[in-house]
């Protein structure tokens, strides 16, 4: 019987199952394949030329065979994810006894696709700058590589930064600006940055904002200030598109999402945002917020309603950021 995949999630931020990017796979096996997976990956990311790092892996009994997950925290989430899956096919195919499976081509073909997207050495030494002085970093859709946010940052192209063109500090003048994230505070986004423009702000908001659309607005040249409502499905699917935020709230009840495996995980989802904020509130009138206290963070605000919780987020935006 072939090992059932129920879900394999790439994070590409902090996310449900770690602060950093990763992969977390949920598979259903017909015998306990933890150490063929455990070997696989070690011998894998040398061979495809992978880095993955806090390897876990755990089974337990489930109908149909064994339940098993595995988790490891990578910076290059879609290849991790393939290198699993070529070891997953593998095993089918030995199970099966498939004389047509060629291991080194299979191999081949993944080393193939790493060669194609792993960054420049010149890209990996001047995101490894940035991240020592604090600067945030990504690789945006055009492929450039994002250096700070918004009216701080700066786009820089991976042909520069192989050849060393853009190695004269990329990261120079590069810096985070202010990021209040939200969850189901789609009204209230838009009037902080209502707000903050009447104050003399350049800001820029989003709601329902899926990771891609909160990465292009991060990478808006014309923001100094960004009010983010966050799509939870995308949170539970990808992970924050950001590792930090200075102010979070949540107020309203994440929906039922398809990808979640129990009611806690939309939970944590809609929760990763407090995980990463200088400041966070929540509203205590949900009907899971009792549920959810677990997965937050001592020093946090807990308003009695939405309402309240929009007037202390709306007075927390003032006493930072007011008229300028």
């Known amino acids: 019987m072939p090992i059932q995949r129920i879900r394999m999630l790439c994070f590409d931020g902090p996310n449900i199952a770690g602060p950093r990017p990763g992969v977390l796979l949920h598979a259903i096996a017909p015998r306990d394949i933890g150490a063929a997976l455990r070997n696989g990956l070690r011998n894998g990311v040398q061979r495809a030329g992978l880095t993955i790092a806090a390897l876990q892996i755990a089974s337990a009994p489930a109908p149909g065979g064994l339940a098993t997950q595995v988790w490891f925290e990578t910076p290059t989430p879609q290849l991790g994810a393939a290198l699993l899956g070529y070891l997953l096919d593998g ?177 944590r989802a809609a929760a990763l945002p407090l995980l990463v904020a200088e400041q966070g509130a929540v509203n205590m009138q949900l009907p899971y917020v009792e549920r959810l206290q677990p997965f937050l963070p001592s020093q946090i605000a807990r308003a009695p309603s939405a309402e309240a919780l929009g007037q202390v987020l709306a007075e927390l935006v003032r006493q930072r950021w007011g008229s300028r």
Request: glycine share 12%; with cysteine; aromatic share 6%.
């Open 91 to 267: 095993l089918d195919a030995h199970e099966a006894g498939d004389g047509g499976w060629d291991d080194d081509d299979q191999m081949l073909l993944l080393q193939e696709r790493v060669a194609a997207l792993r960054l420049p050495i010149g890209a990996i030494q001047a995101m490894a700058e940035a991240s020592v002085r604090g600067i945030p970093t990504f690789q945006r859709a055009d492929g450039q590589i994002q250096f700070g946010y918004g009216a701080r940052g700066r786009a820089v192209a991976l042909a520069d930064l192989a050849s060393g063109a853009g190695m004269a500090g990329p990261w120079r003048g590069a810096g985070g600006i202010p990021l209040v994230a939200t969850c189901g505070a789609a009204t209230l986004a838009r009037g902080l940055a209502d707000e903050l423009a009447r104050g003399g702000w350049r800001a820029v908001w989003a709601t329902a904002a899926s990771f891609d659309q909160c990465r292009a607005l991060l990478a808006n040249p014309d923001a100094e200030i960004a009010i983010i409502d966050l799509a939870p499905a995308d949170m539970l699917a990808r992970g924050l598109a950001f590792g930090s935020c200075a102010l979070a709230a949540l107020l309203g009840a994440p929906p039922r999402l398809d990808a979640a495996l129990d009611a806690d995980e939309p939970l």
